[in-house]
T-cell receptor, first 111, second 115 residues
Framework: DQQVKQNSPSLSVQEGRISILNCDYT??????FLWYKKYPAEGPTFLIS?????DKNEDGRFTVFLNKSAKHLSLHIVPSQPGDSAVYFC??????????FGTGTSLTVIP | GAGVSQSPSNKVTEKGKDVELRCDPI?????LYWYRQSLGQGLEFLIY????????KSGLPSDRFSAERTGGSVSTLTIQRTQQEDSAVYLC?????????????FGPGTRLTVT
């Protein structure tokens, strides 16, 4: 069963606008969440993370929001740039051991 | 600085043959993970090594899959008697696991095709 879900396989956004990528999880024991970015033929690269003791973490143009009651997290990218076009994976873990990944959302930023 | 490296980058093998995939983690990283990504799927956890502890093998899909980590560094994932459903990109990641930082650094992956 898929414990981490990304229900939108793709998203297109105009350059300069906000990109919002969503992720839902089912396991209330998850206490650490990460977002990764993946270009074709490369491994995923770490983008930003958040611990369950927080509800927001910001790093430059990237902000991750965590809603524990809804078991939902989102990644906001603002302003979006063409170089942000990639597949974005969210991942979750309990105690930092096994990590569960979503199926990814392909973001296209249109110049 | 050197990142995580994996070899080979591509492997085509016949059904029924054994394959070995190699991962060189970042020096000093105590944790090492293997994942696979099948077409159109997310990353599927396979196995996790942390220091000298017994590995977490709970993600291995069958007993045809095994992995070793020698000297706390290089890891080899072995798939015996390969099947067509084993075709996927196999990704390795390493992590420092210091404090509360669990960020994993991924290698470029090995694309395995079983014909």
């Amino acid at each position: 069963d898929q414990q981490v879900k990304q229900n939108s396989p793709s998203l297109s956004v105009q350059e300069g606008r906000i990109s919002i990528l969503n992720c839902d999880y089912t396991n209330s024991m998850f206490d650490y969440f990460l977002w990764y970015k993946k270009y074709p033929a490369e491994g995923p690269t770490f983008l930003i993370s958040i611990s369950s003791i927080k509800d927001k973490n910001e790093d430059g143009r990237f902000t991750v929001f965590l809603n524990k009651s809804a078991k939902h997290l989102s990644l906001h990218i603002v302003p979006s740039q063409p170089g942000d076009s990639a597949v974005y994976f969210c991942a979750a873990s309990a105690l930092g051991n096994q990590f569960y990944f979503g199926t990814g959302t392909s973001l296209t930023v249109i110049p | 600085g050197a990142g995580v490296s994996q070899s080979p980058s591509n492997k085509v093998t016949e059904k029924g043959k054994d394959v070995e995939l190699r991962c060189d983690p970042i020096s000093g990283h105590t944790a090492l993970y293997w994942y696979r990504q099948s077409l159109g799927q997310g990353l599927e956890f396979l196995i996790y090594f942390q220091g000298n502890s017994a590995p977490d093998k709970s993600g291995l899909p069958s007993d045809r899959f095994s992995a070793e980590r020698t000297g706390g560094s290089v890891s080899t994932l072995t798939i015996q008697r390969t099947q067509q459903e084993d075709s996927a990109v196999y990704l390795c990641a390493s992590s420092r696991r210091d404090g509360r930082t669990y960020e994993q650094y991924f290698g470029p992956g090995t694309r395995l095709t079983v014909t």
